[in-house]
């Protein structure tokens, strides 16, 4: 079973809107409408749900307008993404082995083919994760000498894993907020750094900039 799972139960509030970032417009659409779309063409996907706060979930707008299952979230990503597993493992429990694939809303480039890349990287390897390389100088604001930038990398969503393996080590109550981190270091994972236009729509100021990356993505002129 391939099972997915859309974040979009946080407030957004470095944004600065009055409405959450994942219900703001880009390109007459709002911003989760891009997530939706990719999980539904996949070929692999299984089940979707998608986390929201409470007071969305009681509205049924999301899962009305776009047909789709709400499940409400928690305080923090953690949180989230231990009740999606928990809906997981209540529906469809009895049925693994069972693969997860998440990504936040926000990031709003994903496709259908890459769900479906990361869903197929689960035969060969326990999780997925989305990197990049660090281009500027790193620093600590606690005037802590850092490690060479070559040696680090950044670690985003979307990500796929196993359903066992953070059923073993995924721990919702942790400070590390990203659930790769909190695997042991021999547990085998694959390191994609081929998701160049990988954006997250954070700021106001990232807005024009995702914008044009979906143009470029969808062809238009």
């Known amino acids: ?23 703001v417009m880009v390109r007459g659409r709002e911003l989760i409408y891009y997530n939706i779309d990719a999980f539904k063409k996949s070929k692999l996907l299984d089940d979707y749900i998608v986390m929201v706060n409470e007071k969305v979930h009681i509205s049924k707008k999301i899962e009305t307008y776009y047909d789709v299952k709400t499940i409400v979230g928690g305080a923090t990503r953690n949180e989230s993404i231990g009740k999606a597993l928990d809906w997981i493992k209540e529906n469809y429990g009895g049925k693994e082995p069972i693969n997860v694939f998440i990504n936040d809303v926000a990031r709003p480039m994903l496709t259908s083919e890459m769900i479906d890349q990361y869903i197929g990287l689960l035969e060969d390897f326990e999780y997925v994760i989305t990197c990049s390389d660090i281009r500027d100088a790193l620093f600590s604001k606690e005037g802590i000498k850092l490690p060479n930038r070559k040696d680090c990398f950044l670690a985003a969503a979307p990500e796929a894993y196993r359903m066992h393996i953070l059923e073993k080590y995924f721990d919702r109550f942790s400070e590390v907020d990203f659930a790769a981190l909190q695997l042991p270091t021999d547990i085998k994972g694959y390191y994609n750094y081929n998701f160049k236009t990988n954006h997250k729509l954070t700021y106001m100021e990232d807005l024009q900039i995702v914008e044009m990356l979906l143009d470029l993505q969808q062809g238009v002129k």
């Open 1 to 23: 079973m391939n099972i997915g799972v859309m974040l979009a139960a946080g407030m957004g509030s470095r944004y600065g809107t009055e409405i959450p970032k994942q219900y």
